[in-house]
């Protein structure tokens, strides 16, 4: 029951930034563990970033590749959870995904398998 829709993708220069972000329709994101994923090229989905809350605090978690480089956050006010991207290298390249987690996650926010909904998608292309 809930759509997901990422935008902010694009053609972005090595170096550069972009800001993804990702909006949902049907509910509120309120306190639901969200995740972005990515496919490259030829690849399958990999997990970039995700974000969950406990104790009314905020948690995070980052691939490595991307770690100090892009930052998951949520925009209470927006109802919108965003990702930015610095330094971008051009193995940053695919389609973003946007996921949520509606439950009690019981598996690792690394996992595709702990999210219920995905959106459609935002390609990120990173030149050299």
């Known amino acids: 029951q809930v759509q997901l829709v990422e935008s902010g993708g694009g053609l972005v220069q090595a170096g550069g930034s972009l800001t993804l972000s990702c909006a949902a329709s049907g509910r509120a994101f309120s306190t639901y563990t969200m995740g972005w994923f990515r496919r490259a090229p030829g690849e399958e989905r990999e997990f970039v970033a995700a974000?969950?809350?406990?104790?009314?605090?905020?948690?995070?978690y980052y691939k490595d590749s991307v770690q100090g480089r892009f930052t998951i956050s949520r925009d209470n006010a927006k109802n919108t959870v965003n990702l930015q991207m610095n330094s971008l290298k051009p193995e940053d390249t695919g389609v973003y995904y946007c996921?949520?987690?509606?439950?009690?996650?019981?598996?690792?926010?690394?996992?595709?398998?702990?999210?219920?909904?995905w959106g459609q998608g935002t390609q990120v292309t990173v030149s050299s």
């Open positions: 974000i969950r809350w406990s104790g009314g605090r905020p948690y995070t």
């Open positions: 996921a949520i987690q509606l439950g009690t996650m019981r598996q690792s926010v690394a996992m595709r398998s702990a999210y219920d909904d």
